[in-house]
């Protein structure tokens, strides 16, 4: 069965701290992963799409890279607009167009 | 222009009713899902139906029923609710095929339902 597990749960940093967020995948052929942003109340919102192992995509202080294993999400010079749960989800070569999520990092970035 | 809409935004009910929560999308797309968020932020898949055929069905009580008039219409029903039922209900939206899939879900803002 695809899993996904993210670390850590939670990370509060200052703003100007960058940091990265880990996404551990288990999967039987991965044909996608995903990262998202969720803020309160509302619906997660895309962020990254990789689909090889040495992929990486970069978006203003945002950065996804992907290993056989797992993903990280690199945050550079973070600032409060930035406080968010980012979630991680995998698509397999099953299930359709299943997609399974981790259960997020919620970040907090302090001025 | 929302590209896909839930409603009810809250939902506040009793043990034992029957409620529904609508959704739509705009987008053109011909594949729609229903996960559940649970206190903790997992976001698990229910359903999901392709030009108005259930493709996924996931473990889920049969209390609840999905059914979608036509490809832009995705409702969810539940029956005699319980209290574990409380969560976030979150409706989603992606092409399917020739599509582009590389954007993953168009997510709709969700449906906060609270069983008392």
């Known amino acids: 069965e695809d899993q996904v597990t993210q670390s850590p749960e939670a990370l509060r940093l200052q703003e100007g701290e960058s940091s990265s967020l880990n996404c551990s995948y288990t999967?039987?052929?991965?044909?996608?992963l995903f990262w998202y942003r969720q803020d309160p109340g509302k619906g997660p919102e895309f962020l990254f799409t990789?689909?090889?192992a040495g992929e990486e995509k970069e978006k203003e202080r945002l950065k996804a890279t992907l290993t056989k294993k797992e993903s990280f999400l690199h945050i550079t010079a973070p600032k409060p607009e930035d406080s968010a749960t980012y979630l991680c989800?995998?698509?397999?070569?099953?299930?359709?167009?299943?997609?399974?999520f981790g259960t997020g990092t919620r970040l907090l970035v302090s001025p | 222009d929302t590209a896909v809409s839930q409603t009810p935004k809250y939902l506040v009910t009793q043990m034992g009713n029957d409620k529904s929560i609508k959704c739509e999308q705009n987008?053109?797309?011909?594949?729609m899902y229903w996960y559940k968020q649970d206190s903790k932020k997992f976001l698990k898949i229910m359903f999901s139906?392709?030009?108005?055929?259930?493709?996924i069905n996931e473990t889920v009580p049969n209390r609840f029923s999905p059914k979608s008039p036509d490809k832009a219409h995705l409702n969810l029903h539940i029956n005699s609710l319980e209290l574990g039922d409380s969560a976030v209900y979150f409706c989603?939206?992606?092409?399917?095929?020739?599509?582009?899939?590389?954007?993953?879900?168009?997510f709709g803002s969700g449906t906060r339902l609270t069983v008392v």
């Open positions: 989603a939206s992606s092409p399917t095929g020739t599509g582009d899939f590389s954007y993953g879900y168009t």
């Open positions: 999967v039987s052929g991965l044909r996608g």
């Open positions: 990789l689909y090889s």
């Open positions: 989800a995998v698509r397999s070569n099953t299930g359709f167009q299943k997609l399974v």
């Open positions: 987008l053109g797309h011909d594949t």
């Open positions: 139906y392709n030009n108005k055929e259930l493709i």
